[in-house]
């Protein structure tokens, strides 16, 4: 489900962005395939990460990131926006194999503008 994450991010530090992946009934979700994009609010593309495959995606998986993902596009921003959009595929009853996609949304702090 598409959210905005309260916690903050906090320029070239690290930062996880966690994924759970369940069904209407809160069983967990078989996924055949799971990639990410980092991009910023107006869909350009962070640190070349586009379509980063996960090898063996899981039911819960938690996105790491850190250094030049979470580089300021200026420094005179005191914030900027991050959307991190996943695409999975998984199993669903009979053995098809079904699209999700979601998103993750957080701000994304310039260091120099906390000590302020």
């Keep these: 489900?598409?959210?905005?994450l309260?916690?903050?991010?906090?320029?070239?530090?690290?930062?996880?962005v966690q994924f759970a992946f369940t069904d209407?009934?809160?069983?967990?979700l078989t996924l055949s395939t799971l990639?990410?994009?980092?991009?910023?609010?107006?869909g350009t593309v962070i640190n070349n990460r586009t379509d980063v495959?996960?090898?063996?995606p899981?039911?819960?998986?938690?996105?790491?990131?850190?250094?030049?993902?979470?580089?300021m596009s200026s420094q005179d921003n005191d914030t900027e926006k991050r959307i991190l959009t996943i695409e999975a595929t998984y199993y669903a009853g009979g053995?098809?194999?079904?699209?999700?996609?979601?998103w993750a949304q957080f701000v994304l702090y310039n260091a120099k503008a906390i000590t302020t």
Aim: glycine share 8%; no cysteine.
């Design 58 to 71: 899981s039911a819960t998986e938690v996105i790491t990131l850190s250094g030049d993902d979470l580089a």
């Design 95 to 102: 053995g098809a194999l079904l699209p999700l996609n979601d």
């Design 24 to 28: 209407i009934l809160g069983n967990d």
């Design 35 to 42: 990639t990410w994009t980092l991009t910023d609010k107006d």
């Design 6 to 16: 309260t916690r903050k991010a906090i320029e070239e530090s690290t930062f996880g």
């Design 1 to 4: 489900m598409p959210k905005n």
């Design 53 to 56: 495959n996960v090898p063996t």
